[in-house]
């Protein structure tokens, strides 16, 4: 009674200031980038900085959240709760044992506080949750291509990583944009100005998505807009007719043509004139009577080295590993990486979540396991690594039923629903070949677990006595 009394309360606060939920969902992505982008250009330990910054910010977000309506917990629900609980548990145990403390706050967020979350969404409105997650992601991706105007690298390289300093962080940003921002597309009652917009948004990322090279990243973009374009075509009103005006259709090809011409000549040539020109700016201000003429020779030569960049891109990237090289070509040397972790999982975690892996071409002196499932079960032992496995399997498969039953009573489909389905997709393909399990680090398994809670809730049936 205590607990319905204090969120009544908190309730009655809330609904008072209408723009906080807004503000809270955008200050925790936000702030995730931020932390993220930090952490990455100093060269410190953002293990947990990033782990407890974004638990703080998700943690005020859930407390604050509007209780719209009462739930309670489905079958489904309470399996993926228990495979939630096992996770954590046994984080805490290695932690505890292995004297950890990373291990232990990893443990927390899976048992206790990412529960916490998911019920606080759950009794919210899901369709402006939503608009608030993928806002706030748009926002994100805003910052991102300012800020990599004047901080982040020139995109000279045959894979580019913007100011995350990797390609594959990108990419994996970039998996949970694109989705956010065909939801933005298809929802937000806006005009078609501001349309445009979001419509030369998406272009611009799916460019940026080509520029990392990626592989991975551009399959679970592949498959999640794929299943997103079918969902739409299949549970879309067959009296509606999209009806667009020449001058729609005009401005339409124009973006789509024109931006990722913009993308590389911005991230490339201007780039690099940004570059030049605060070399010079440096050198003028500093103390050249203070520099030998050494010294002076090697600025001069950095910028001599810049201007003479040729701006490289090869999308033959795509099919490394296809033209005969062989396995491990194909897969950067992961095979051999899952083999080595595969032999050293146990019932006990690891002290390291890194190893030393030889092979007969690379040597890998401290490398990540480059597999979700095979991380977990290396850091906290086999069991949590089981139970996260089978909970992306079961949530995944769960789903999938949900969506055949929509189709099949021929309802309407809750684009709310198709976006969480979105970011399954994204994160389960991205996890076959990436270390990112931990909630609040890498984007697609945040998403994730924060929009599983469509799959793990029922509305409550209100009960009310007639009087006569």
């Known amino acids: 009674m205590i607990i319905y009394r204090l969120q009544d309360k908190l309730d009655e606060l809330n609904n008072k200031k209408p723009l906080l939920n807004t503000m809270l969902a955008m200050m925790m992505l936000v702030g ?54 096992i996770i954590g548990l046994f984080f805490i145990f290695n932690g505890l044992v292995l004297r950890i403390v990373a291990y232990s706050v990893i443990g927390v967020v899976f048992a206790f506080l990412l529960p916490i979350v998911q019920y606080a969404l759950a009794t919210n409105d899901p369709e402006k949750i939503s608009e608030h997650f ?46 956010s921002l065909s939801y933005l597309l298809i929802k937000k009652k806006a005009s078609f100005k501001k349309k445009a917009v979001g419509w030369g948004l998406l272009v611009s990322a799916v460019s940026m998505l080509v520029f990392t090279s990626s592989r991975t990243s551009a399959l679970a973009i592949c498959f999640s807009m794929g299943f997103f374009l079918i969902m739409m075509i299949v549970s879309r009103d067959k009296t509606k007719k999209l009806r667009l005006e020449k001058k729609q259709i005009i401005t339409i090809v124009i973006i789509t043509a024109a931006v990722p011409f913009v993308m590389f000549f911005m991230l490339s040539t201007v780039r690099k004139n940004i570059v030049i020109l605060s070399h010079k700016i440096s050198m003028s201000f500093s103390d ?81 396991a480059h597999n979700v499932y095979l991380q977990v079960a290396y850091t906290a032992g086999i069991a949590a690594g089981c139970a996260y496995l089978i909970a992306v399997v079961f949530i995944g498969i769960k789903a999938l039923a949900m969506f055949a039953g929509v189709i099949a009573k021929k309802e309407k489909l809750r684009p709310e629903l198709l976006l969480s389905y979105c ?13 990112g399990y931990m909630m609040f680090n890498y984007f697609p398994v945040t998403l994730f677990w924060l929009t599983a809670h469509n799959y793990m809730f029922k509305q409550k049936k209100q009960t009310s006595e007639i009087v006569k």
Not at 147 to 173: C, D, E, H, V, Y
Not at 303 to 320: Q, S, W
Request: net charge negative.
């Open 32 to 85: 995730m980038l931020c932390i993220k982008t930090l952490m990455a250009m100093i060269t410190v330990n953002w293990y947990a900085p990033t782990i407890a910054g974004g638990s703080c910010l998700t943690a005020l977000f859930a407390i604050l959240m509007v209780r719209k309506k009462r739930i309670s917990y489905t079958r489904s629900g309470l399996f993926i709760l228990a495979m939630e609980i």
């Open 134 to 179: 993928c806002m706030s992601i748009t926002i994100a991706y805003i910052i991102l291509l300012i800020a990599n105007m004047f901080w982040g690298p020139i995109m000279t390289k045959f894979q580019f990583g913007s100011i995350l300093g990797n390609s594959n962080l990108l990419g994996n940003f970039l998996v949970i944009l694109i989705p």
């Open 423 to 435: 970011f399954f997709i994204g994160f389960a393909i991205t996890s076959l070949t990436s270390d």
């Open 288 to 368: 050249t009577d203070s520099k030998s003429d050494s010294e002076l020779d090697n600025e001069e030569k950095e910028i001599e080295d810049i201007e003479n960049m040729v701006t490289e891109y090869n999308l033959n990237y795509y099919i490394k590993g296809l033209d005969g090289a062989g396995d491990e070509s194909f897969s950067s040397g992961r095979i051999t990486i899952w083999k080595e972790f595969a032999k050293n999982v146990g019932i006990m975690g690891h002290s390291s979540e890194q190893r030393e892996v030889i092979e007969e071409t690379r040597h890998y002196e401290h490398v990540n």
